[in-house]
């Protein structure tokens, strides 16, 4: 498992291949220490084993859309 500073990814940093409108590979919150989802089994990328967020933010799939128009792959 990568280290935690790892998956933080920022806001409008280029796609992940894994990313899709549902999920975001790593952490993508401004501020993931208020997230409601924070360290919760099965949902958060910090504890997951796939290092998936299963619960992005709600702006998430509006940037999705945005990112995705110009897709270039970042990163995995």
């Known amino acids: 498992m ?6 933080y ?3 409008n940093a280029s796609l992940n291949k ?6 975001t ?8 220490n208020i997230c409601g989802s924070c360290y ?4 958060c990328a910090f504890v997951c084993d ?3 967020c ?12 945005k990112l ?3 897709v270039k792959y970042g990163k995995i």
């Open 2 to 7: 990568k280290l935690e500073k790892d998956l």
């Open 9 to 11: 990814i920022k806001f």
């Open 18 to 23: 894994l990313d899709s409108e549902d999920q």
């Open 25 to 32: 590979y790593g952490c993508r919150a401004n501020n993931p």
């Open 40 to 43: 919760m089994e099965g949902v």
């Open 50 to 52: 796939d290092e998936i």
């Open 54 to 65: 299963k619960r992005p933010t709600n702006a998430w799939k509006k940037q999705y859309n």
């Open 68 to 70: 995705s128009k110009g």
